[in-house]
């Protein structure tokens, strides 16, 4: 299954010294959403921190508590300076590629690279109630909204894509055609309703999370992860790996050993 890793605490050491990170996944919505999170200020010094937000093809419903705001939003490109002004609050849902689409009917498209607030999605949200609560309250109330919103709905096949091109992230884009049996002007067409993103940027973050998970869960060697992964030569796949994460392999495997 499709599980993308966004490791802040690891990546910023100013991040991990300030801010709480957290993920949990939710059973009754994981057709929909990969995960809950949330980031909360350690303490209520005032400091401002950079958040690293690895490219993972996901479009969040993203809530910042201290400002009043709540809408969705995703990144095409790995964000490598998301100030973060502390003592801060934020909650998040990050959707299943392809989720929001089927949540919304609104195009990916609307929702990548910007913020789009929710109120132009559901007027119904309770805005003043929601930010009215504690901070714990309103984690309860997003959970049930979360079952409200995605009550009744259904996923579909460009809901499963992801899950299956993390099985196999060696296919090429041609390939990709023409599996879907769609032209590339249709292919680039539909991923951009559905995803946000085209179908080459959708490959190259599903091949660069899999080389993330590949190396922190199994530690394999720079020789293990060539062959899985098909990588031209170790520079081309270690300029690959610090384009998207800011860190060399070694760098990354260094800093979880601390």
């Known amino acids: 299954m499709y599980y993308p890793i966004q490791i802040p605490y690891i990546l910023h050491k100013g ?14 919505l994981s057709a929909f959403i990969i995960c809950v999170w949330e980031i ?8 401002m921190i950079e958040n690293i937000i690895v490219a993972d093809g996901c479009i969040d419903l993203v809530v910042d508590f201290s400002k009043k705001m709540i ?6 490109q790995t964000e490598f300076q998301f100030k973060i002004n502390t003592p801060c609050e934020f909650l998040g849902a990050r959707l299943v590629p392809g989720a929001f689409y089927q949540l919304t009917g609104r195009s990916a498209k609307e929702a990548m690279d910007t913020f789009l607030p929710l109120s132009v999605v559901d007027r119904n949200f309770n805005h003043d109630l929601f930010f009215s609560s504690t901070f714990e309250q309103a984690k309860e109330y997003f959970l049930e909204y979360l079952h ?30 023409t ?3 769609y032209s590339p002007r249709q292919c680039q067409r539909y991923f951009e309703k559905h995803f946000g993103l085209s179908p080459k940027l959708v490959l190259s973050i599903i091949r660069f999370q899999r080389s993330l998970q590949i190396l922190i869960a199994d530690e394999a060697n720079a020789n293990d992860i060539l062959t899985m992964l098909q990588y031209y030569d170790q520079p081309h796949w270690i300029r690959d790996f610090k384009r998207n994460i800011g860190l060399t392999p070694q760098e990354l495997l260094n800093r979880y050993k601390d």
Do not use: C
């Not at 909360?40 to 400091?47: F, G, L």
């Open 179 to 181: 599996q879907l049996h």
């Open 148 to 177: 409200l919103f995605s009550e009744g709905k259904k996923s579909d096949v460009w809901m499963g894509l992801f899950h299956e091109l993390t099985e196999n992230p060696l296919i090429t884009a041609t390939k990709l055609y």
């Open 71 to 76: 809408g969705f939003t995703g990144m095409s």
């Open 40 to 47: 909360r200020a350690k303490s209520s010094e005032q400091v």
């Open 15 to 28: 991040f991990s010294d300030n801010v709480l990170y957290a993920e949990r996944t939710i059973e009754s």
